[in-house]
């Protein structure tokens, strides 16, 4: 019999954390993963949806906080689905990281008693990562990027990610003026119509070029040289990529094209 019921409140407390950051409690040897926790912490939580071996809950209430807690540097870390453990100190998840290799060695490759020394860790945790993707959609009449929310595919507008490079506010900033001024509408999940889906970003810290890739809902970007123009061409060269949706790949066509010494190209697929 499962002990837990949904919609049913419940105090427990955090173990341990899983592979995809939850915080781990178990009620009666049930296990309930709870996101945005961290072994340690004493909670009030809501159970929200419940499986045959396992449940999910939603934090209601930390009444007593694990020591390995931390106030969590990013000011839409509650709402926005593209972290899950900035809430734990970083010491914390770097010994998080170390047990979650170490369980999936012995349970999953049979490897008995295998052991991670430790994990080398930065010396500041932010602007190391090289690639990020932005979701673009329409929020309240506005075109927006941002991330998806927890568990969802609602838009958190933010045009920056403090985990990624500082370029990606210029790059999102260029797209969504050039959308706005040259009447290029955002794609939406429910009506399947709409341009612009989302904004990759990769950064090349060694040799200063920036790839970016737009995904479109259509065979080509109108007036992409207008997107172009946009672009900080005196500081890093660009690698433009229009990548149509999978409906519109039929014909496989090629351009491509040169905008001066620091513009390495356009390119659509």
């Known amino acids: 019999m499962i002990p837990v019921e949904k919609n049913k409140e419940y105090v427990a407390c955090i173990d341990s954390v899983s592979s995809d950051g939850n915080g781990v409690a178990h009620i009666d040897g049930f296990a309930v993963f709870v996101p945005q926790t961290v072994d340690g912490d004493k909670i009030k939580m809501l159970v929200v ?14 009444t007593e906080p694990s020591d ?23 010491d914390a998840q770097l010994d998080i990281k170390r047990d979650i290799v170490e369980n999936a060695m012995q349970r999953i490759g049979k490897f008995e008693n295998f052991k991670v020394d430790g994990i080398v860790g930065m010396d500041v945790p932010e602007r190391y990562r090289n690639k990020m993707v932005f979701p673009v959609g329409n ?29 990606n506010r210029e790059i999102n900033d260029a797209v969504i003026d050039y959308m706005n001024e040259n009447n290029v509408s955002a794609y939406d999940e429910k009506s399947h119509k709409g341009i612009v889906r989302r904004v990759f970003t ?4 060694s040799a200063n070029e920036i790839m970016v890739v737009v995904s479109v809902n259509a065979k080509s970007l109108p007036k992409r040289e207008k997107l172009i123009s946009k672009f900080n061409l005196e500081e890093f060269c660009y690698i433009l990529y229009i990548l149509p949706c999978r409906h519109f790949r039929s014909d496989r066509s090629v351009s491509y094209c040169d905008h001066g010494d620091n513009f390495l190209g356009c390119r659509d697929f």
């Open 49 to 62: 949806k419940v499986q045959k071996n396992f449940a999910y809950g939603k934090v209601l209430e930390i």
């Open 68 to 90: 390995k807690r931390c106030e969590p540097m990013c000011q839409h870390y509650k709402r926005c689905g593209g972290c899950q453990i900035r809430h734990i100190k970083y």
């Open 139 to 167: 929020v309240h009449g506005k075109n927006v990027c941002g991330f998806y929310a927890m568990r969802s595919h609602d838009i958190i507008p933010l045009d920056d990610c403090s985990l990624g490079d500082e370029i």
């Open 202 to 205: 990769r950064k090349s810290f």
